[in-house]
T-cell receptor, first 115, second 114 residues
Framework: DTEVTQTPKHLVMGMTNKKSLKCEQH?????MYWYKQKAKKPPELMFV???????INESVPSRFSPECPNSSLLNLHLHALQPEDSALYLC??????????????FGPGTRLTVT | DQQVKQNSPSLSVQEGRISILNCDYT??????FLWYKKYPAEGPTFLIS?????DKNEDGRFTVFLNKSAKHLSLHIVPSQPGDSAVYFC?????????????FGQGTRLTINP
């Protein structure tokens, strides 16, 4: 099973709402990632969790709050977003400490629209 | 500054011929390079990778070549098939603070014509 699942598939939220994106993998991977992808642009790294600890925060605004409750689950909590935060949010996972630690497996993404 | 560049936004190739996608990078600290394929409304799918200490890696119809002195890599697809039509991203990996960071190029849209 090389699947990373993300819910919801689509999300529309107002600027005063609080919502969460969810990502799950059952491959036993111990590194999980959040990326943001705007239209016609490459994915941009936001956060990296390694062994459930936040390892990298790419200077993301505090209105995005990641959480890794366990080794197979990754959440992204959203609060007071701006319209320019509308994008495809991608989750990925990989297995550090193995021969192929550099291969990341991506979920299908959540298409977020902020109104 | 863009550390990974794909200078061709699009490429059109006849079915059965070779597709060559190119990628340039600037950071000598990258240790692995990867190619991902992306269909609309889906996440990127891992295709093939190469270590910075190798110059070639082959997997079926896909071959990646790395020229470290030129900081250039390319993906060859032979023979090209209609199902190969997608956006292809080149990505470069480095270890930062004990975690892996991937930097993506802008992508090249490949269209295979029947």
């Amino acid at each position: 099973d090389t699947e990373v699942t993300q819910t919801p598939k689509h999300l529309v939220m107002g600027m005063t709402n609080k919502k969460s994106l969810k990502c799950e993998q059952h491959m036993g991977h111990r590194a999980m990632y959040w990326y943001k992808q705007k239209a016609k642009k490459p994915p941009e790294l936001m956060f990296v969790y390694s062994y459930e600890k936040l390892s990298i925060n790419e200077s993301v605004p505090s209105r995005f709050s990641p959480e890794c409750p366990n080794s197979s689950l990754l959440n992204l909590h959203l609060h007071a977003l701006q319209p320019e935060d509308s994008a495809l949010y991608l989750c990925a996972s990989s297995q550090p400490g193995t021969g192929r630690w550099y291969e990341q497996y991506f979920g299908p993404g959540t298409r977020l629209t902020v109104t | 500054d863009q550390q990974v560049k794909q200078n061709s936004p699009s490429l059109s190739v006849q079915e059965g011929r070779i597709s060559i996608l190119n990628c340039d990078y600037t950071n000598s600290m990258f240790d692995y390079f990867l190619w991902y394929k992306k269909y609309p409304a889906e996440g990127p799918t891992f295709l093939i990778s190469i270590s910075s200490i190798k110059d070639k890696n082959e997997d079926g119809r896909f071959t990646v070549f790395l020229n470290k002195s030129a900081k250039h890599l390319s993906l060859h697809i032979v023979p090209s098939q209609p199902g190969d039509s997608a956006v292809y991203f080149c990505a470069a990996s480095s270890l930062i603070q004990g975690a892996q960071k991937l930097v993506f190029g802008q992508g090249t849209r490949l269209t295979i014509n029947p």
